[in-house]
């Protein structure tokens, strides 16, 4: 699976120098699509069907990885899989070519979000949970994208601790912040008092306490804009038309990563109340792009920003705490300024290129061991053995 995190750090290995094969049912993000110049070879497979059946898909997809996969001739020297759902294929692939197998997890699949603990409620949380549970089994190395995801993983799926690492994501680099974001603002901070928010419009991500706050402030001269996609958009447009009659509020769809830079650059803050978090990949941009943050204290996000130094932190789903810290900046225009200012110099100190380099130095750790268990005493929670579509997977 090529999603944002994934993109970013295939092609700072790319920028490396290593040679990357990229295979994806799924497509690439945005960013990404410049991994079919050359750099890389890349299968994107279609016709998965409906997207509104996403156990259907994955298993279609892991069966057309899988014999993807056989096609090829190339020998890896480690397979890295990124999406839950490429899981059995990435086995697969690796026991073909006998090659070892990191498995990195990038979000909450495979636990209940909102607890944090394993779950199996529909078949596609069992699905997860089980893909889980057998990448954790089959992959040499298990890397999680903050400290607060390892700690999960090892406590609901006993990951063994030698087996298992921490990589941060990274936002935008030091060159692409000033080529996009120098001319449109970025040093301006509380000049219109324009909030941004930005991300996959689903409930878990907290757009509906970012819109409770902001109706709320007393200040007047405050705009709320609204980027992204995803199936609360109707939601979305509905305030927005509301909003006619009052506060201002806007939305301007799904972004490209420049449109993103723009938009944050002419932002005075950037809100992120999401109710869960793994790690946060739109705080670590918006961090970097000198953005003053103000975000829910969830997950991998406390790992990003400390309190008062380089943004925000407030009550988990609370509006009224995250409208007490708007109301807060707001009058205090210098500490927008300043908080952004930090998060700038801090985020620079880490980008793709850091994450890059410590994958190879997993990758060549691992490089010479055999395909197989990471601990070859743990067994599957159940004796059964799944099959896609007729493609073994153990």
């Excluded at 420049?258 to 109710?275: D, E, H, K, N, T």
Aim: hydrophobic share 40%; aromatic share 6%; glycine share 10%.
């Amino acid at each position: 699976g090529i999603g944002a995190f994934a993109s970013n750090l295939v092609l700072a290995q790319i920028n490396r120098g290593e040679n990357v094969a990229v295979v994806t049912p799924w497509g690439m993000t945005e960013g990404s699509s410049t991994i079919h110049g050359g750099h890389c070879m890349a299968w994107p497979l279609d016709g998965l069907g409906d997207a509104r059946r996403p156990v259907s898909i994955a298993l279609d997809s892991c069966d057309m990885l899988y014999w993807s996969a056989r096609l090829t001739g190339s020998d890896e020297d480690v397979v890295v899989c990124h999406d839950i759902f490429s899981v059995p294929a990435a086995i697969s692939y690796a026991d073909l070519k006998q090659s070892p197998t990191i498995f990195m997890k990038h979000s909450y699949d495979g636990f209940s979000s909102r607890e944090g603990v394993a779950t199996q409620n529909s078949p596609t949380d069992a699905l997860k949970h089980r893909l889980t549970e057998l990448a954790v089994l089959r992959s040499n190395v298990t890397i999680s994208v903050s400290r607060y995801l390892f700690e999960l993983m090892q406590e609901h799926y006993s990951v063994p601790p030698g087996n298992h690492s921490v990589l941060h994501g990274a936002g935008f680099d030091k060159q692409t912040v000033e080529s996009w974001a120098g001319a449109t603002g970025l040093d301006e901070c509380g000049r219109h008092h324009r909030i941004v928010f930005a991300g996959r419009l689903k409930s878990n991500k907290g757009w509906d306490i970012a819109l409770e706050a902001v109706e709320g402030l007393g200040a007047t001269n405050v705009e709320l804009v609204i980027a992204g996609d995803g199936p609360d958009l109707p939601y979305i447009l509905a305030a927005v038309e509301r909003s006619r009659h009052g506060r201002k509020i806007s939305y301007v769809g799904h972004l490209g990563k420049q449109q993103l830079c723009s938009l944050y650059g002419s932002a005075s803050i950037c809100v992120c109340p999401s109710r869960e978090e793994a790690f946060g990949l739109a705080i670590a941009e918006a961090l970097s792009l000198g953005c003053c943050v103000v975000a829910a204290d969830v997950g991998g996000v406390g790992e990003q920003i400390e309190d008062g130094v380089n943004g925000i932190l407030v009550l988990p789903g609370s509006a009224a705490d995250l409208r007490r810290a708007l109301d807060d900046l707001i009058e205090n225009p210098n500490k927008i300024q300043l908080l952004g200012s930090a998060a700038r110099v801090r985020s620079s100190k880490h980008t793709w290129v850091d994450v890059a380099n410590g994958l190879s130095q997993v990758m060549h750790s691992i490089r010479r061991q055999p395909a197989g268990l990471a601990d070859p005493g743990r067994k599957l929670s159940t004796q059964e053995v799944p099959s896609l579509n007729g493609a073994e997977v153990l």
